[in-house]
């Protein structure tokens, strides 16, 4: 009464098992397995020979054993009697599961069990599991010792199970899992079945005993030896991203962004700065970083193909040059930079349009990229990198769309990717990404440095890196070969390169210059130098040689900053350049002009080009010192012969005298001062007033010691360069004007006396005739008509 027990206990003593089959046999049996069939390295079986009379137990799957006939069989220990039972159990998986505590290579359940079971003084059980593709077998009895089964497989020996046990108890898993493809040879898991090394494809076993073809992964390229390797890259072009996965992003602002930075390479950063360029309202991504972040280098790949390690430029050719581990060069195409770091080689390429950033590293894993090239879930503002970019990125800017641009125009242009000889690489690339970023950007930015060929060239080149060559593509679609960056210049932060031209205007810098007309900044006025910078990119768009400019003398021309593009032009004190000086009140007035070159032919190419521009001065060094006037005027009358006249003597601050000098009026030293002798009752057909000398004493007395000449012999002392005698023996009046001064030490009075003839008329002769330098002389035939009067004016501080 005791076995029955113990078998239904063992039976059922499982939680959610439902008995299928349960019966008793003698000898040997086929049962039906078709409500639990078993896949015996990977051959799927529904019938069972069990034979227990032969010693061993013969289990087999397709026949009773037969030691001379290739089966499918397991043999196991012998049985002690010629009775057994063969059950069938549908079970619930347990957690956790013994199969699975058991053989590392069983990851899914269990469904159900074949068991062929013998009951004497012990319970000894064979079980065969199903696990889907899989299948596990199971010795187990109630002593101890070493148990050994045999797996055949087309009756040769595969395996070899040892169960041992200790005390009353024997347990052991065995796996008995295995592909046989089109039912032939047995492979186990993850073997190759078949192999093309050239494309890494072929047929493998596997961890499910599965058959299943291989290849490389996604984003995974094969290297033609059998080695699939990581193989991913980004494209950025203009405003437009186009990530390792195909996605179509675009960047609205002149910000700066992490491209891709993964934890792969945890050293490695890449970043991109974006700018706008024509328009206001479309940012292009303008240079590309690599951040060495352990060792805090910063590579600088600049859209005129330069390269800035830290601070320093580099000069690069098409050797390779290694800097903090970065591989630089430089051809007619573009910039290279190439590192590998943790076993990744992260290559940047950049031809000042277009950035490319290839990954390359081991197959497997793909390694989970931040950035805009990698985990397009990330918004654009996570990405922003404000401290790397210029003030103020994240302003948005509108401009009115351009009604010139035909979008219809602009697609048909971007779906010739669709067409040959792109099409040779659709397969590999797909080219939809390119032409979204072609369209959304060619349709609303004018297709001019290049545009319309850019995206083209980007596709192109991202198939090249495929070891795809596009034959011809550039005359199918009318594109020229890449051309030396900017034309070899070098752009400033505000300019950007046109591929024709070079350096032009960004559009945000230009804006406040092109709507006021302007070509530059307002006059810079110091101390005694003025200089007025124009701007180089605007002189550039007006067509204007800036080589061609001077100012008033030929010989001063502007200077161009090479960092900025800047040319300045300017004058001082010592090189005057042609300035002309004047005085405005307490003002002196600097002239000067930027004008083109005056034509030595009969014809000129520049545009006439003319810019005034002038500095107002107080003068130095006066600041606190001020002339005034004692008397607003003189007036004296005279009676002279048959002369009855009234003789006025006065001082102006210009030259039309509007302005006369008031007693309130500060005059400042070195200021110009015009002097007026004017009669009144005097007939000017017949006389006329000459001055015959004018001087200046410190003391009231006209013969004081301490004298100044300002005229002499009615010509003005050519020793003082700022007398001069503007009317004299013309008239009734003269005039003649002196820039103000004052004795030396510590008199701050000034006298000024005159004195004057009358002269009568005869044809005109009365003016003195006085030539430049030392010699004068007066007009034999001038005539005076009496002594000379003298009239005094007196200044004070
Ligand atoms: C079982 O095995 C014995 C001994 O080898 C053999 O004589 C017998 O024919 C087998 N039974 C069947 C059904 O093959
Ligand atoms: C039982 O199997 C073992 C192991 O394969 C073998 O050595 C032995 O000869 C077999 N016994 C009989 C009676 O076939
Ligand atoms: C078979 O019987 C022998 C002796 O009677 C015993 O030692 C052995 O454990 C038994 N084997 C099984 C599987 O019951
Ligand atoms: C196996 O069964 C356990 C217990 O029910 C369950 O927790 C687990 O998810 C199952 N595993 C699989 C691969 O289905
Ligand atoms: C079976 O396994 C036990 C314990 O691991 C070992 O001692 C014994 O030698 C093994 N027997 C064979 C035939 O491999
Ligand atoms: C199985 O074995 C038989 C001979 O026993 C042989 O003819 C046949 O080719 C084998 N099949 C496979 C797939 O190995
Ligand atoms: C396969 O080729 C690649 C590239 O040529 C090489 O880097 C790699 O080491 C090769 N792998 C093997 C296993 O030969
Ligand atoms: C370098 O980058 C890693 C990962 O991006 C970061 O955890 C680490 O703090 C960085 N180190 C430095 C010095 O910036
Ligand atoms: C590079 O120049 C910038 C601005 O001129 C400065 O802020 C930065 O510190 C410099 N970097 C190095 C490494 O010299
Ligand atoms: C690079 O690859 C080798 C071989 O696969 C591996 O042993 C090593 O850990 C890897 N290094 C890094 C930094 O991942
Ligand atoms: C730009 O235009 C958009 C839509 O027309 C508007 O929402 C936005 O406020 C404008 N921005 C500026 C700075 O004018
Ligand atoms: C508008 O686009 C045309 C070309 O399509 C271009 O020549 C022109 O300069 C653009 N105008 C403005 C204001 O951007």
Partial sequence: MLRPLLFLSALIGLAGATVILNQDFNDSSVLNISQCPITFYGKKYEQLYVNITSGNVTICFNGFFNPQTGQDCIVAPPFNTTSAKAGIVSEAPVSPSPIQANLSTIKTNETCFVRVQHVTTVVTDVILFNIGTQAVLKYSTMQSGTFLMDALVNGTKVDTFNATGSGAKTEAYFDISGCRPSGGALFRYDAVITSYPETCSGQMCDETAVVRNFSCGPSERCQGNNTCMFDSTCTVSGPAVIDIHGQVNSVQDRCAYTLMSTPSVPDLQVLANFQE????????????????????????????????????????????QLIHGVELSKDQTGVIAKVSLSNYTTSVFFDGKTAQIRLKGPAGKVPSLQGLCGN??????????????????????????????????TTERCNLLKAAPFTACHSDIDPEPYITACNNTLCKYPVVDGLNCQFLEAYARACSLHNITLEGWRSNVSCSPPQAFCQGKICSAHEFCAEKTGCLCRAIFASPYRSTDTLGDPTVCSQNSASITLVGCLLMEKGIDYSALHLKD???????????NMVTFSFNSSRTCGMEVSTNNSQLIYKNAIMTQNSSGIITRNSQFYIDFSCFYTQPGIKTMGFRIRQISVIKQIVSGTWNYTLTMKAYTDAGRTKAVESNTKIQLNQKIWVGLETDGLDGNSVAVVTDSCWATNQALSNGSLRYDLIKKGCANSADQTVKVERNGQGTSSYFSFNMFQFSGNSTDLYLHCKLDLCVTQNNTCNPVCSGGSRRRRSARLTYVNAPTLITMAWTD
């Fill in 554 to 564: 030929q010989n001063c021309t502007g200077q161009m900053d090479e960092l900025t």
């Fill in 277 to 320: 360029r024509r328009r206001k309202d479309v940012s292009f991504v303008d240079s590309v970083t690599l951040r060495l972040n352990t060792t805090g280098v910063r590579i600088d790949l600049k859209q005129d193909g330069r390269v800035q390690v830290d601070n320093t430029t580099l000069t690069l050719n098409s050797s390779v």
């Fill in 376 to 409: 397009s879930s990330s918004s654009l503002s996570e990405l922003r990198l404000s401290a790397y970019s210029a003030g103020g990125c994240e302003t948005q800017y509108n401009e009115t769309t351009n009604s010139t641009i035909n979008c219809n125009m």
